[in-house]
């Protein structure tokens, strides 16, 4: 069965730390990786797509790797701010149809505290 | 920026009333989707299209129903709105379907329509 799981489930954090969120996932045949940023009562905002050739990619203080071997992904966030706080949602795309079938994980919630 | 939206953000009905989700992109994207999303949940997709007179439903069983009549409007409508309706209503459209050779389609999403059916 496709599945994405994200750990933790949620984070708190002090404003300038870093943190690491991370998403496993079983998806196969494997096409791509997504990160979104979802503000509470907002749509998801794209922060990468990694394709299967790439390990990692940058956006800002937002940096994803993936590991296509191990299926596993993580998103860094730098200099954490009070505007980071969010659920950051992990998506794979599979090979499956010209559609491109999404799995979303359930996201990691984020606080910033100052 | 994403040119796509949604309305209304909020509505409160009550059970029976006909609602109809509007979602608008002025990007002439072909490719249109409507997701569900519960607090804390992943989203389902429950509706997509290619593009004008097509529809097809998602992997989430609904019962709403949309319509492409014209390649920027993607309107869900629930003919009779019950509480376990009661959810977020995420629109999205893409370039292209999210494959294309190596280059994934770019999802983009609009703020949500908060539906609570009482």
């Known amino acids: 069965k496709n599945q994405v799981e994200q750990s933790p489930q949620s984070l708190i954090i002090l404003e300038g730390k870093n943190c690491t969120l991370q998403?496993?996932?079983?998806?196969?045949?494997?096409?791509?990786l997504r990160w979104y940023k979802q503000d509470t009562g907002r749509g998801p905002v794209s922060l990468t797509i990694m394709t299967f050739s790439e390990n990692t990619k940058s956006n800002g203080r937002y940096t994803a790797t993936l590991d296509a071997d191990t299926k596993q992904s993580s998103l860094h966030i730098t200099a954490s701010q009070l505007s980071d706080s969010a659920s950051y949602i992990c998506?794979?795309?599979?090979?499956?149809?010209?559609?491109?079938?999404?799995?979303f994980g359930r996201g990691t919630q984020l606080t910033v505290w100052p | 920026e994403a040119d796509i939206y949604q309305t209304p953000r909020y509505l409160v009905i009550g059970t029976g009333k006909k609602i109809t989700l509007e979602c608008s992109q002025t990007m002439g994207h072909d490719k249109m989707y409507w997701y569900q999303q519960d607090p804390g949940m992943e989203l389902h997709l429950i509706h997509y299209?290619?593009?004008?007179?097509?529809?097809e439903k998602g992997d989430l069983s609904s019962e709403s129903t949309v319509s492409r009549i014209r390649t920027e409007h993607f309107p869900l409508t629930l003919e009779s709105a019950r509480p376990s309706h009661t959810s977020q209503y995420l629109c999205?459209?893409?370039?292209?379907?999210?494959?294309?050779?190596?280059?994934?389609?770019?999802?983009?999403f609009g703020e949500g329509s908060r539906l609570t059916v009482l």
């Open positions: 998403c496993n996932y079983t998806v196969s045949p494997f096409s791509n």
């Open positions: 299209s290619y593009g004008v007179n097509s529809t």
């Open positions: 998506v794979v795309s599979d090979r499956g149809s010209t559609l491109g079938r999404l799995y």
């Open positions: 999205a459209s893409s370039e292209q379907g999210q494959i294309l050779g190596d280059r994934p389609g770019e999802l983009f």
